[in-house]
């Protein structure tokens, strides 16, 4: 998805960039680091603030006086870190977005989308302008995707499924499988078979190994701007509201509606028919079993409101 390159930027040019004011002695940035592997000539970035929305800082301490011993440094970062950091500083109020825009901007290329030729990608299949399909993907005819999207490999897409524009599906999932419903009956298992699709909507980023389960009658829904993790399950009827996070290892069980804005921590469980309120953030291993109220933090085993978010 992005190559590095060959770059050598001056801080002058960086600074601009950002709509900084720089004056001093210039010199040129070779590339981007972090604290944990500092080199000469490059660029990077602390902040405490991991997640802004949420108020999550970071837990790791860092040994800032060894930034002494390497020239031509450049650390973006904000005011309440700057005293402490014995080099050339940019401050910014959100310093991982600024860096991740120097990043995107000088430091790395978008690798050019193309089909592979041994992706199946069967008639029938609407695909918008420039997208990507990674090799042994299969996509399944009635399938629509918008323009701009990285399918990457062996992925497969089955179903009425309909996916957006400028959207990124890491390899080995699984988009439109069937559902598990199953009613005892007798000695047997009955199978609910599931009819229902999948709509996915713009800018979407899902991670490698997700299963996302069609709908039981109706649809399981991804609106614009959410953004889900490596091994996540995602189960029928599910819908998860615009610019949620999901990160890696959750379930959410079918029927469970997560509202726009939510963060579901590592590994968090979410029961069925389960409604996660807008803005609510879910902790680490948490196991919901009932409703969360909006921008309500809750976390535990079975998960507890711990405090409103303010």
């Known amino acids: 998805m992005f190559t590095k390159t060959k770059a050598n930027v001056p801080v002058s040019k960086i600074a601009k960039f950002l709509g900084i004011k720089f004056i001093g002695r210039d010199f040129n940035i070779k590339g981007v680091t972090s604290l944990d592997s500092l080199k000469d000539s490059h660029l990077l970035f602390f902040t405490e603030m991991i997640n802004l929305t949420f108020n999550l800082k970071e837990k790791k301490k860092f040994k800032f006086s060894n930034l002494k011993k390497y020239s031509n440094v450049l650390m973006i970062t904000d005011k309440e870190n700057a005293s402490k950091i014995p080099?050339?500083?940019?401050?910014?109020?959100?310093?991982?977005?600024?860096?991740?825009?120097?990043?995107?901007?000088?430091?790395?290329?978008?690798?050019?989308?193309?089909?592979?030729?041994?992706?199946?990608?069967?008639?029938?299949?609407?695909?918008?302008?420039?997208?990507?399909?990674?090799?042994?993907?299969?996509?399944?005819?009635?399938?629509?995707?918008?323009?701009?999207t990285n399918i990457l490999h062996n992925v497969i897409i089955t179903g009425k499924v309909t996916i957006g524009s400028d959207c990124v599906i890491k390899s080995n999932s699984t988009i439109g499988s069937e559902g598990f419903g199953f009613t005892r009956d007798g000695k047997k298992n009955f199978h609910f078979p599931h009819i229902g699709g999948i709509l996915i909507g713009d800018r979407v980023w899902l991670g490698s190994n997700v299963s996302i389960e069609k709908g039981s009658l109706e649809t399981t829904i991804i609106n614009d701007d959410v953004v889900v993790d490596d091994l996540v399950q995602i189960g029928h009827n599910v819908k998860i509201g615009r610019s949620s996070q999901i990160t890696a290892g959750c379930v959410i069980s079918g029927r469970a509606v997560i509202e726009e804005g939510c963060w579901l921590a590592p590994n968090a469980t979410i029961d069925n028919a389960v409604n996660i309120g807008r803005n609510a953030l879910i902790g680490m291993g948490s196991v919901v079993r009932k409703d969360v109220s909006e921008n309500m933090i809750v976390a535990g085993n079975p998960a507890k409101e711990l405090r409103k978010k303010k």
């Open 87 to 148: 080099c050339l500083k940019f401050l910014s109020k959100n310093p991982r977005l600024d860096f991740e825009k120097v990043l995107n901007h000088f430091f790395v290329k978008k690798i050019k989308p193309t089909i592979h030729p041994t992706a199946v990608v069967e008639k029938g299949v609407i695909l918008g302008n420039n997208i990507g399909i990674g090799a042994h993907s299969f996509i399944e005819k009635g399938v629509k995707i918008g323009n701009n």
